[in-house]
């Protein structure tokens, strides 16, 4: 039995315009979507089901699930162009 919760990362792909979560606590997770929020969504989804199937079995009926996104923007600056946007 595991006491622990479950690290989900989330990045954009600017390429394929999607953001794509991955987790090291689940080998093989990989879920895109066009919005965070519904990557959430996805994720909550796709682990309550391999958890069920083949997971690992928790101490507790609820497993704490850290969701992290990251982007990066970029800030242009203001003095080489008289303002200051982002992109």
Do not use: Q
Not at 49 to 69: K, Q, R
């Amino acid at each position: 039995m595991r006491h622990a919760s479950i690290i989900v990362r989330a990045v954009w792909d600017e390429e394929a315009s999607v953001w794509v979560a991955s987790s090291d606590d689940f080998a093989g997770l990989s879920i895109e979507a066009a919005s965070l929020d519904r990557l959430r969504d996805k994720v909550f989804g796709a682990l309550g089901d391999l958890i069920e199937l083949n997971g690992p079995s928790y101490e507790t009926s609820e497993i704490p699930v850290h969701f992290m996104a990251e982007s990066l923007m970029r800030l242009r600056n203001a003095s080489r162009e008289g303002r200051t946007s982002a992109y």
